[in-house]
């Protein structure tokens, strides 16, 4: 079942933060947070595993409530070339065969 | 992280026909993924490729429309047969080294259907 992603967009100044949610009915075993950029494949970010941690990449980081299934992705200061389609992945692991869902994208656009 | 190569980068069919896509990494890897995305929407899972055994296809795919091979570990293809407009789409083929584990992308194949 696809997870649910919150907001649908956002349009930030530079320097602003942002939140993107992303929670999902089912038990998870990770959230995997992916940023897709106009024309180019999806890349990478961070990947939080069962356990309820939370991950830091630069200025941006992620937290993972597994009670919650719940997983967010902080986005501070942000800069320009944070622009793009945010995805968060949810993978139910071995029960759900290690496959990843795609939540349907949260939109950035971060303006100078 | 991986380099991942896909051929053709984009293609026009005519209904009807097939077409082959190939997805190269410079890597081995276990685990091998094919996604289709429309424009401005998420990514859809078509199937599992590992090698070794046969394609996992997900719900709505079946292997008759696309076939899939993964002859070795750095290597896979997915067949887009007997096309129609609605296969208009963006393919993609990702790559990770263990099940759950963080995916890397190739650039995607954009085939248009007319």
């Known amino acids: 079942q696809q997870p649910v992603q919150s907001p649908q967009a956002v349009i930030l100044r530079e320097g602003e933060d942002a939140v993107i949610n992303c929670s999902s009915s089912?038990?998870?075993?990770?959230v995997h947070w992916y940023r897709q950029k106009h024309g180019e494949a999806p890349v990478f970010l961070m990947i939080l595993l069962k356990g309820g941690e939370q991950k830091g990449h630069e200025k941006i980081s992620a937290s993972f409530n597994e009670k919650k299934q719940q997983s967010s992705l902080y986005l501070t200061a942000s800069q320009l070339s944070y622009s793009g389609t945010y995805f968060c992945g949810t993978e139910m692991g071995n029960t759900g065969g290690f496959k990843t869902i795609f939540g349907a994208g949260t939109r950035l656009f971060v303006k100078a | 992280s991986a380099v991942i190569s896909q051929k053709p980068s984009r293609d026009i069919c005519q209904r009807g026909t097939s077409l082959t896509i190939q997805c190269q990494v410079d890597?081995?890897?276990?685990?091998m993924f094919w996604y289709r995305q429309q424009p401005g929407q998420s990514l859809t899972l078509i199937a599992t490729a590992n090698q070794g055994s046969e394609a996992t296809y997900e719900s709505g795919f079946v292997i008759d429309k696309f076939p899939i091979s993964r002859p070795n570990l750095t290597f896979s293809t997915l067949t887009v047969s007997n096309m129609s407009p609605e296969d208009s789409s963006i393919y993609l083929c990702?790559?990770?080294?263990?099940?759950?584990?963080?995916?890397?992308f190739g650039p995607g194949t954009r085939l248009t259907v007319t």
């Open positions: 089912k038990a998870l075993y990770s």
């Open positions: 990702s790559v990770a080294w263990t099940g759950g584990g963080e995916q890397y």
């Open positions: 890597s081995q890897v276990t685990m």
